[in-house]
C-alpha cells in the first residue's frame, strides 16, 4: 500500500474526525470556514462547531470573479487562472484561520472544499435538447491540499449532476440526517443569495421530503442597493420598509416561468440577475421607480415566491420553520414571511443549533466525512437506497504550508 492509499484507509477508518467545511455562495462575499468534530458517520452523524469565521474576497479577486461568475461569455484564459488562484488563496486562509484558532494543520483531518460557483445549468436554465444538468465551481482542491498538506475533498456537485440530478441543493441529505424532528415537521430555510429549502417530514409523518431553489434570496435586493443608494445591502430591510410594493412589476417578475415548476428545481444568478429585472421594468413601464420602491418589490419578490412554495407542499398540521442566511438580518422580508405563512413558526438556526452562518460550510464538512468513512447519501427521498459519495480527493505530496 502506498502512502496516499494508507492515507485514505487511516482517515476511513477514524470514528472521529476534525473536518474543515468551506463555503463560499452566490453572492461572493467571501469564504466561510466552519472547524467541525465529526462522529460517526450516516444516520449516526454527530457535529460539534469548534470554531468558525469569514474571511472576505479583496476587492480585486471579487472584481476578477464578477468578470466569469454568472456571465454568458468571458475569458477562459480567466477561468483558468482563477481557478489556481481562488485554489491558493483558500490554502492560505486555511492556514491563517487554523493559527488564530490555535489549531495545528496536522490537527485537521481534511478539508471539505466546496469551491465558488461560476456558473449553474440545470436544464431549466439553458433548456438545449440532448444536453444534462450542468454546474461549474472553481477553488481547485489539489492546490489548497498542497498549500495546506491537508487532505482536500472538492467539487461535490459533479457527482450529483453526474447522477441525474441538477448539482443543488446538496445540503438537503445533510439535513435529514441532522435535523429531523421525530414529532414536529420542519423546513430548513436558507435565504442566501437564492433562496432554497430543505423539507424535513416528523419521522412521525407520511409526508415526503422536498427541497429546492424558491428563486432569489438577497440577489436582486442587494443589487438594487449597490445601483441606487451605493451600498451593499438594505440593512435590516429599512429603506425597503418606507416603500411602496408596484403590483404591476411584481406581476412582471413573477411570470418568469421558473416560478411555475415544481421542486426540485434549482437556479442561479444566471437567471435572477439585473437583466430580469430591467426586462420586467420594460414589460410593466416602471423604469423609473423611486429606489425605496424598487427595494419594496424585490422584497416581496422574494417573500412571495418563498412562501408560496412552501405553501404548496402537501403536509398536515404546523411546520416549523429555521431560517439562515444573511436574509434573516432583514426584518422586512422576515416580517413580510411570517405574515404570508400564519400557520408555521419561525425561528433562526442559531437558536436550535449553531451559527446560522456556518450552516453550509458545516454540511459540506459533513458530506466530506460521509465520502470518506459512510456509505453515503440518497438525493432522491424515492429511492432511499440508492446512495452516493460526493466531492473528488486530493492528498496533499509535500510538507504542510510549502506552495509550489
Known amino acids: 500500500m502506498n502512502s496516499l492509499t494508507s492515507t485514505l484507509a487511516s482517515l476511513s477508518s477514524k470514528n472521529e474526525k476534525l473536518v474543515l467545511g468551506l463555503m463560499s455562495g452566490t453572492s461572493m462575499d467571501g469564504l466561510d470556514l466552519a472547524l467541525c468534530r465529526i462522529t460517526g458517520h450516516g444516520a449516526n452523524t454527530e457535529v460539534d462547531l469548534l470554531a468558525f469565521s469569514t474571511r472576505p474576497y479583496t476587492p480585486e479577486m471579487k472584481e476578477q470573479l464578477q468578470d466569469i461568475v454568472s456571465v454568458s461569455q468571458c475569458s477562459l484564459e480567466d477561468v483558468c487562472l482563477m481557478n489556481s488562484v481562488i485554489g491558493n488563496f483558500t490554502g492560505r486562509v486555511i492556514l491563517e484561520a487554523l493559527e488564530k484558532w ?3 494543520p496536522a490537527d485537521v483531518d481534511c478539508v471539505a472544499s466546496h ?6 445549468a440545470p436544464v431549466n436554465k439553458h433548456e438545449r435538447p440532448g444536453f444534462p444538468h450542468a ?11 498542497q498549500v495546506t498538506g491537508i487532505p482536500t475533498i472538492s467539487d461535490f456537485r459533479q457527482k450529483h449532476t453526474a ?6 441543493p446538496m445540503v438537503a441529505p445533510v439535513d435529514r440526517v441532522l435535523f429531523t424532528d421525530a414529532a414536529v415537521d420542519r423546513l430548513l430555510l436558507n435565504i442566501g443569495g437564492i433562496a432554497n429549502f430543505t423539507y424535513l417530514p416528523a419521522v412521525s409523518s407520511s ?5 429546492g431553489d424558491t428563486g432569489p434570496g438577497n440577489t436582486l435586493m442587494d443589487k438594487a442597493a449597490r445601483r441606487c443608494l451605493s451600498r451593499p445591502f438594505d440593512q435590516g430591510g429599512a429603506v425597503a420598509r418606507e416603500g411602496t410594493v408596484n403590483e404591476p412589476l411584481l406581476s412582471a417578475l413573477k411570470a418568469d416561468p421558473y416560478f411555475d415548476l415544481e421542486l426540485p428545481k434549482t437556479t442561479g444568478p444566471e437567471r435572477f440577475n439585473w ?8 414589460q410593466s413601464g416602471t423604469a423609473d421607480l423611486k429606489p425605496e420602491d424598487l427595494l419594496a418589490t424585490l422584497t416581496l419578490l422574494t417573500a412571495d415566491t418563498i412562501a408560496e412554495a412552501v405553501a404548496a407542499i402537501p403536509r398536515s398540521g404546523p411546520l416549523q420553520v429555521l431560517v439562515s442566511g444573511g436574509g434573516i438580518h432583514n426584518h422586512f422580508l422576515m416580517d413580510n414571511l411570517e405574515e404570508k405563512l400564519p400557520e408555521t413558526t419561525f425561528s433562526s438556526f442559531s437558536e436550535q443549533y449553531f451559527n446560522a452562518d456556518a450552516k453550509e460550510a458545516v454540511c459540506f464538512a459533513v458530506l466530506a466525512n460521509e465520502t470518506l468513512s459512510g456509505k453515503g447519501f440518497h438525493i432522491d427521498p424515492q429511492q432511499p437506497e440508492r446512495k452516493l459519495h460526493f466531492g473528488k480527493i486530493s492528498v496533499p505530496d509535500c510538507e504542510t504550508g510549502k506552495e509550489n
Open 102 to 104: 490555535e489549531w495545528e
Open 115 to 120: 469551491g465558488q460557483t461560476i456558473y449553474h
Open 135 to 145: 454546474t461549474l465551481q472553481i477553488g481547485d482542491g489539489d492546490h489548497i491540499a
Open 163 to 168: 447522477a441525474g440530478g441538477e448539482g443543488a
Open 207 to 211: 409526508s415526503v421530503e422536498v427541497s
Open 275 to 282: 437583466e430580469y429585472v430591467s426586462q420586467a421594468q420594460r
